[in-house]
C-alpha cells in the first residue's frame, strides 16, 4: 500500500472532504486531490498542513494514518523522483514525531514497535 492510499483511506474513515481539508491546510483543492489520486507527491511541509488540517477536522483521523503508516508495508511509488530518498522520509518523519500529540507519539512508539518485531521475526526466519 502506498503513502497516498493511507491518506486517502484516512481521510475516507474519518469523514474528511478534500475540499474542506484544502481549506483548512491552506493548499489548493487539486493538490489535495492529486495527492490522494497518487497522481503528485506533496512537500513536507505540505504533508504536515494536511496532517494538522486532517486532525483539526477530525480528531483522531491521524493517529489512524500513523497507525497505518507503521503497521502496512509500504510500496515505494517514484513521484516523478520527489521527496523519495531515505534522507527526505527520515526528515518527514521526524517532522511528524515533533508535531504529534502524546497519545499519538504512543501509540506510534507502539507501531513502530510491532513492526521491528515482525523485521526481527522475518530475519530470524530467513536465517533458519
Not at 472532504?17 to 497518487?38: I, N
Not at 526528515?91 to 513502530?112: C, H, M, P, T, Y
Request: hydrophobic content about 40%.
Amino acid at each position: 500500500m502506498t503513502i497516498h492510499e493511507l491518506f486517502k483511506i484516512s481521510m475516507d474513515m474519518y469523514g474528511v472532504r478534500g475540499k474542506d481539508l484544502a481549506v483548512t491546510a491552506g493548499v489548493s483543492a487539486q493538490h489535495v486531490t492529486e495527492f490522494r489520486q497518487g497522481r503528485k507527491w506533496v512537500s513536507e511541509g505540505t504533508l504536515e498542513a494536511l496532517l494538522r488540517g486532517m486532525e483539526r477536522l477530525s480528531p483522531g483521523s491521524v493517529k489512524y494514518f500513523c497507525d497505518s503508516l507503521v503497521s502496512q508495508k509500504l510500496v515505494e511509488v517514484d513521484y516523478r523522483k520527489q521527496n523519495t530518498n531515505l534522507e527526505n522520509k527520515k526528515k518527514i518523519i521526524a517532522n511528524l514525531v515533533k508535531s504529534a500529540g502524546a497519545d499519538e507519539l504512543e501509540s506510534l512508539s507502539v507501531a513502530i514497535n510491532k513492526r521491528w518485531k515482525e523485521l526481527v521475526n522475518e530475519q530470524n526466519e530467513e536465517d533458519a
